[in-house]
T-cell receptor
């Protein structure tokens, strides 16, 4: 039982490049989330999804897009990476919105 | 405006003693509170939660206390063990289905030998 799997684990990009972070969960959870963690800032919600085919904005959505074409996958896209997007990105999922979330191990992204 | 505040960035406790991590919140509509634990290079893992209808919830060495009038909760770890060294995040959410979980900035706990 893998839980929540994030790929890649590390990535270095140049400013202006694009990339997609993949999150996969095998727990049949309806809800999925993308967070970023920055030093001294805790976890901030970027986008989330309440089910297959749905997405919604979180606290810090600018510069990111997401898609939930399949229930088990939640993709986070950076169309034109900026140094301010250097961060550790965490994906999480939960069965219901009021249930504790299960987190992946994170993707460390550096934008040069 | 920070709705969930963990005012101590770090805390050091002797092994075997009690660790007390504190959390304050400003939104009186929060009715469900959680604590997560995070090791380096890993994602946060759920530790314990408490509903606003309770003032205490216990799970083994971990106890969470909620003081709604003071908008304060605390996590007690007794006895503290070396494996408890980690970052602890306090989190809270409102009562409605669409309410999101709001995380604090975290407290790094060091258990000293």
């Amino acid at each position: 039982n893998a839980g929540v799997t994030q790929t890649p684990k590390f990535r270095v990009l140049k400013t202006g490049q694009s990339m997609t972070l993949l999150c996969a969960q095998d727990m049949n959870h309806e809800y999925m989330y993308w967070y970023r963690q920055d030093p001294g800032m805790g976890l901030r919600l970027i986008h989330y999804s309440v089910g297959e085919g749905t997405t919604a904005k979180g606290e810090v959505p600018d510069g990111y897009n997401v898609s939930r074409l399949k229930k088990q996958n939640f993709l986070l896209g950076l169309e034109s990476a900026a140094p301010s997007q250097t961060s550790v990105y965490f994906c999480a999922s939960s069965y219901e919105s009021n249930q504790p979330q299960h987190f992946g191990d994170g993707t460390r992204l550096s934008i040069l | 405006d920070q709705q969930v505040k963990q005012n101590s960035p770090s805390l050091s406790v002797q092994e075997g003693r009690i660790s007390i991590l504190n959390c304050d919140y400003t939104n009186s509509m929060f009715d469900y509170f959680l604590w997560y634990k995070k090791y380096p290079a890993e994602g946060p893992t759920f530790l314990i939660s408490i509903s606003s209808i309770k003032d205490k919830n216990e799970d083994g060495r971990f106890t969470v206390f909620l003081n709604k009038s003071a908008k304060h909760l605390s996590l007690h770890i007794v006895p503290s063990q070396p494996g408890d060294s980690a970052v602890y995040f306090c989190a809270a959410r409102g009562e409605y289905r669409d309410d999101k979980i709001i995380f604090g900035k975290g407290t790094r706990l060091h258990i000293l030998p």
